[in-house]
């Protein structure tokens, strides 16, 4: 069982054969970046065509029943996700309607400020709006997961707080490791475990100690570290590999359509694209390798199923169905 | 000259010619609360048909030049705005191609955060957003007019000291004469003023003193103070008229589709609909008892003048045109 909570390629045969090949059982992954409702159905027809095509590489899937049919099936399970809340436009009614139509995360912001929460890169921090007070409530009742992979420091803390149920943060590593706007401090990462909530670890080179001179080592300590924090239950992938993606899709993910300047993002005018991959993590098929290294770092085999896939598939177990009221 | 900056009402012959009646020169109409482009432009095709049904009466108005054409021609000048900045969703492009359909006046918030400011309502105010300082750049840049009025006060502040324009806040009272969210500190008055922005007299029953109570001497008084504040140039109507409204409309302004709950917004639940109007203004008809008691309280007929409308023309004389960059 191994589970990637958060992928967005550039989608072909070519990468869900990696999936198999890499023994991946299910992949979050991104509809939409700054996509309104009716775009993000758009992507998702996109999806119903390419499980039309590859039956036999992938399934869509909205639930941990699903994911072990897929892992019996050897396909891998495709679980719908949304790095903002701009599917949702401001109308609190779309979140049903989005798990209708298999979302299952929504991050409550993207880097700059929503109606409902504060991206990372604003340089002020409100906490949750009135709006999105009333969207994590509905959230938490039809089984749709907070993500604050994105959100800035005190919309998180608030987020979990504030949330009934526990939330994710699908794809970010810890600050003490190294220090980015996208990372996250340890009173972050203390509160989401003690609520129940899931951490999945990033390969995304801005998010890694020395970039993509990251070392394979070097990352499977900082998860041993993040596991004596944490516990190690709380913890398992989101690589937010964005494979055979061109450099313009980088620029529209920091820009979208809201600025007439030039956002860099994680990146500066001089290195505006995508980063190299660390060498040990070019595609699915090199998940292997991660395991590998986890249990050189000293990890029994039960803690690397959990990091794998046991930890997530648990949470995805609590998180989406809805909400059952107390007897 | 007669100008009201802002109302909206349930639009009908019966109250275009109650304009004629009153000698209303000029009115903005608001065209959006919390419609996205698309629903916005459905609005604005509304409105076509009415200057096509009622030519003697209303004309679409985009410049000073043509509210003085609508004095001379004895028919209304109708200057299309949006209380909220729904209409732009997340594309700054939106800006000018609204400026384009005739628009002049975006609130930047209303009442809840939005994607570039915060409203008066949200318990937290962190000022103006990322995507805010792009869109009043280029706001500026076309001739859109930033509207504060619903905003909270930090971002009222920083949105006079960003735009590089004068801005407005085109319906509401001082603070210090009636406190409520929606009326404006002295701060934010006076920074209004030095900068060249306007301030448009709110007569909302929620907006005045002992509310629909209130009286026209204790409203004149209260223009008077606050010309002694911010300067007899600066200040204008901006009647917040909401005629003919069935108490649903209240409803849809305050809850739009952003909560399941029901916000009872300046009311309660025992006061839930639209509030009854001050008996010196029930509709446009009442305009000139509003000048005579200007008159009364000691205002010059040079004054009266300037605060029923030449105020607002000069603003509009400025502010509606494309940014003339320095020589």
């Given amino acids: 069982m191994l589970i990637d909570a ?6 072909s045969e070519n990468i869900f054969k990696q999936l198999q090949a890499g023994g991946v ?33 992938i399934q869509p899937t909205g639930s941990a029943e699903e994911v072990r049919n897929a892992e019996r099936e050897n396909r891998t399970a ?7 809340c701009s599917p949702l436009e401001d109308d609190i009614g779309l979140v049903e309607v989005l798990h209708q139509l298999g ?56 987020a979990i707080e504030l949330s009934e149920r526990p939330i994710a943060i699908t794809h970010a590593n810890p600050s003490f490791w190294h220090s980015a706007l996208r990372n996250k401090s340890n009173e972050v990462l ?6 129940g909530g899931m951490l999945g670890f990033s390969m995304y080179p801005h998010h890694l100690k020395d970039k993509s001179e990251c070392t394979l080592e070097g990352f499977c300590e900082m998860v041993a570290r993040t596991a004596e ?28 359509t809201w600025t007439r300047e030039t ?53 995805f177990e609590q998180s989406f169905g809805p909400k059952i009221p107390l007897a």
Same sequence: chains 1, 2.
């Fill in 6 to 11: 958060l992928q967005y390629n550039n989608w």
């Fill in 25 to 57: 059982t299910a992949v979050h992954v991104t509809i939409a970046y700054h996509e309104d409702f009716r775009e993000t159905v758009e992507n998702i027809i996109r999806w119903n065509r390419r499980f039309e095509q590859f039956p036999e590489l």
């Fill in 78 to 84: 495709i679980i719908f996700g949304c790095q903002n």
């Fill in 103 to 158: 979302i299952r995360f929504i991050q409550l912001s993207y880097n700059n400020q929503s109606l409902l929460a504060t991206g990372c890169y604003e340089s002020e921090d409100p906490g949750i709006t009135r709006m999105g007070r009333q969207v994590i409530r509905e959230m938490n009742r039809v089984g749709m997961v907070v993500d604050m992979s994105h959100s800035a420091e005190r919309s998180t803390l608030e």
């Fill in 190 to 195: 203390l509160k989401l475990s003690q609520s």
């Fill in 229 to 256: 924090l944490m516990g190690v239950e709380r913890i398992g992938f989101g690589s937010d590999l964005c494979q055979d993606q061109p450099d313009s899709v980088v620029e529209w993910m920091r820009n979208g």
């Fill in 263 to 315: 956002d860099y993002g994680e990146g500066s005018a001089g290195q505006a694209g995508f980063p190299n991959q660390p060498e040990w993590f070019h595609d699915n098929r090199d998940f292997p390798k991660i395991l590998k290294g986890l249990r050189e770092i000293g990890f029994s085999e039960t803690e690397v199923e959990g990091i794998s896939g046991k930890n997530w598939l648990r949470f």
